[in-house]
């Protein structure tokens, strides 16, 4: 239980970050490297679009390896137990069956009424 709890927080921290890079970015290749615009820094403008789109891809690779993962530690009950489906038709009530209903009249009080 402990590892599947561990995986899930690490899936939710990474959608979390994938969520805030995407925002980061622009359509248009703008996003972040569009608020530090000059002549001279053409260079560090692509390098960070790079950086973003490596990350976004990264992140996006690690949610579904960490799906798969959180996949194979799901907490299973033990071989004895049964699950949830399998108990409900074992104790269904047959809709054919035939409802028995009392047939005998109370008797009177013993007021007479």
Same mark, same amino acid.
Request: glycine letters at 10%; a positive charge.
């Given at each position: 239980m402990g590892i599947y709890i561990f995986v899930s927080v690490l899936i939710i921290v990474a959608c979390i970050l994938?969520?805030?890079?995407?925002l980061v970015q622009n359509s248009k290749g703008g996003g972040l490297a569009a608020n530090f615009t000059s002549a001279g820094q053409s260079k560090g403008i692509r390098k960070t679009a790079d950086f973003l789109e490596k990350a &976004?891809? &990264?992140l996006a690779g690690a949610i579904l390896l960490l799906c798969v993962v959180a996949t194979a530690t799901i907490? *299973?009950?033990?071989?004895?137990? *049964?699950? *949830?489906?399998e108990n409900q038709i074992q104790n269904a009530v047959d809709p054919n069956a035939i409802p028995t209903l009392p047939t005998a009249v109370p008797p009177a009080d013993s007021d007479g009424n």
């Open positions: 994938q969520i805030m890079i995407v &976004t891809w &990264t907490p *299973r009950g033990g071989e004895s137990a *049964r699950s *949830r489906i």
